[in-house]
């Protein structure tokens, strides 16, 4: 197993409404192996999301920790990884209604600070900086295609997309694949 599959299964029972009958054997499935994230940490990410759409926040945040302990101990340093670990992290605390430490505040500043548009996406939503949240998916969308891959279907998104102000960015939004 690794993580590309067990993303592609989980995205795969939600769609077939397979969910609910299979979902604990393939989560049984997925903490027996927490082994694989040694080899391909840099993919949690996007399995954590998937699992965040499927609003299962204990494994999202199990696979996160898990992924996070092996890149820290088998990768190399990488700002926007680290960042997208740090931005899942905190993003699991809102949608689960816990508070912000003051770590995760400075956390979030330093996130906005990167260059490049996704880590600055993501910490100005969570920052609650809505207008310039706005501009750095503009940024996002504007990227092309790869720029655009899944970005409507992201938790995160939905977080800003009541703060939208500009009915063509949320246009460009739905029109995004």
């Known amino acids: 197993p690794n993580p590309r599959a067990f993303n592609y299964v989980f995205d795969f029972l939600k769609r077939h409404k397979l969910l609910d009958e299979k979902y604990d054997q393939f989560a049984k ?4 192996n927490g082994a694989m994230f040694e080899r391909e940490f840099e993919f949690a990410n996007d399995l954590s999301l998937t699992l965040m759409t499927l609003e299962k926040w204990g494994e ?18 990488n700002p926007i990884l680290t960042a997208n670990f740090g931005l899942n992290l905190i993003q699991l605390k809102v949608h689960t209604n816990r508070p912000y430490s003051a770590k995760d505040r400075r956390e979030l500043e330093r996130f906005a600070e990167i260059d490049s548009p996704y880590p600055k996406l993501g910490a100005h939503i969570l920052m609650e900086n809505w207008p310039e949240a706005e ?7 504007d990227l092309g295609p790869s720029g ?5 279907r992201w938790p995160i998104i939905e977080l800003l ?9 949320l246009n460009k939004l739905r029109r995004a694949k």
């Open 161 to 169: 997309k009541p703060h939208i102000s500009n009915p063509k960015t």
């Open 135 to 141: 501009k750095q998916l503009c940024r996002c969308l």
């Open 60 to 77: 999202a945040r199990w696979v996160l920790d898990t992924a996070l302990a092996a890149y820290k101990k088998f990768g190399k340093p």
């Open 148 to 152: 655009r891959a899944g970005i409507n």
């Open 29 to 32: 499935l997925l903490r027996a």
